[in-house]
């Protein structure tokens, strides 16, 4: 039986289909999209505490984050594995102990060869507020003059998530799934650190070059609040 639609909507039709495809809006089921606004910390440090205030990036992946902590029910994953936020999955999530677990377990702290305890101070608003985390460190007064932080949040949802940081005396770094960690100078001479912020600013550069181009198509599929995110199955 010859098909009802004409040819040349077919033909139409098939480039759109392309045209969706190669701007990513026609993803692939199971597949994440973590190219929405980026997670952001920053670090300070007097004596010999060390603070950690985290942002998560966008309100779905708090959303995604409390289903891969079990705070969620999986019915919340739609059936090409896309989640949506919800009112009251932020205030979920930051009450959580289990949030508190996790960051403590991925941002790590050390100094002069020792891991610092961490405990979380507050947890507020997760994308405008943020969790603030206090790390105590050996060394006496004044302190270490250099940590170690290591920073593995999201990326065991999907190796793509990155992380801006910024840190003492305009310092910046960018974390990612193959670079986790970074050396912050906390005092020392202005030649050190002028010269470890000028390192991370060309890190710094390099990921939003990556960000910039490969989220294109990412950029056009996500909204502030309403965005898909989709998580491969853990």
Same mark, same amino acid.
């Given at each position: ?18 045209? *969706?495809?190669?701007? $990513? ?15 952001? @910390? ?19 992946? #708090?959303?995604? @984050?409390?289903?891969? %902590? ?8 739609? *059936? ?7 009112? $009251?999955?932020?205030?979920? @999530? ?29 947890? $507020?608003? %997760? #994308? ?28 065991? *949802? ?27 100078? %906390? ?14 600013? @060309? ?5 939003? #070059? ?25």
């Amino acid at each position: 039986m010859p098909s009802l639609v004409p040819a040349h909507v077919r033909r139409a039709l098939g480039l759109v289909t392309l045209c *969706l495809v190669a701007l $990513g809006l026609a993803a692939p089921p199971a597949s994440a999209h973590p190219f929405g606004d980026p997670q952001t @910390l920053e670090l300070t440090a007097d004596s010999d505490e060390v603070r950690v205030r985290w942002h998560v990036g966008m309100a779905d992946d #708090v959303t995604a @984050l409390a289903l891969h %902590l079990g705070l969620l029910p999986q019915d919340r994953v739609m *059936l090409d594995g896309a989640v949506l936020y919800q009112d $009251g999955d932020d205030d979920l @999530l930051a009450a959580s102990p289990s949030l508190s677990d996790y960051l403590l377990d991925r941002l790590v702290v050390t100094a002069q060869g020792t891991r610092c305890p961490g405990e979380v101070v507050s947890a $507020g608003d %997760l #994308v405008d507020e943020g969790v603030l985390l206090s790390f105590r460190c050996p060394g006496g007064v004044p302190g270490p003059t250099a940590v170690d932080l290591e920073v593995r949040t999201l990326t065991d *949802l999907h190796p793509a998530y990155r992380t801006l940081a910024s840190g003492p005396c305009g310092q910046r770094a960018v974390y990612d799934g193959d670079h986790p960690d970074h050396t912050w100078t %906390l005092e020392g001479s202005p030649g050190e650190t002028s010269s470890a912020a000028g390192s991370a600013t @060309l890190q710094l550069g390099s990921a939003l #070059v990556f960000l910039v181009g490969g989220g294109v198509g990412g950029a056009l599929y996500v909204r502030r609040r309403g965005r898909r995110t989709e998580v491969s199955p853990g």
